[in-house]
């Protein structure tokens, strides 16, 4: 059983930059990859950017590589998403997810926290 609760979301300007914040409520994400995924109004959700299990891979979305910087800090028990450049694009409900056989792109997350609101005006 895994509790995830994002934070870090907020209200930027085209350009600006927010780090979002996935903290587990237990000691737990050592052991298990995290990923980020956004749903924009009227859209599907999108996958963003994932970390494997012991940190030494990651993905990006082609549409935020370059922008987006996904890493852990186990001491802490989170995994973090640097997102620079923002986009008024970029406006969504950023979702963490977490799962403890993840295989890579295309395979599903088990657990997921409730949501951080980007919002990126022009």
């Known amino acids: 059983q895994v509790q995830l609760v994002e934070s870090g979301g907020g209200l930027v300007q085209a350009g600006e930059s927010l780090r979002l914040s996935c903290a587990a409520s237990g000691r737990t994400l050592s052991s298990i990859a995290v990923g980020w995924f956004r749903q924009a109004p009227g859209k599907e959700r999108d996958f963003v950017a994932a970390i494997s299990r012991s940190g030494g891979r990651t993905y990006y979305a082609d549409s935020v590589k370059g922008r987006c910087t996904i890493s852990r800090d186990n001491a802490k028990n989170t995994v973090y998403l640097q997102m620079d450049s923002l986009k008024p694009e970029d406006t969504a409900v950023y979702y963490c997810?977490?799962?403890?056989?993840?295989?890579?792109?295309?395979?599903?997350?088990?657990?997921w926290g409730q949501g951080t609101q980007v919002t990126v005006s022009s």
């Open positions: 997810a977490a799962d403890r056989s993840w295989v890579g792109p295309g395979d599903t997350f088990d657990y």
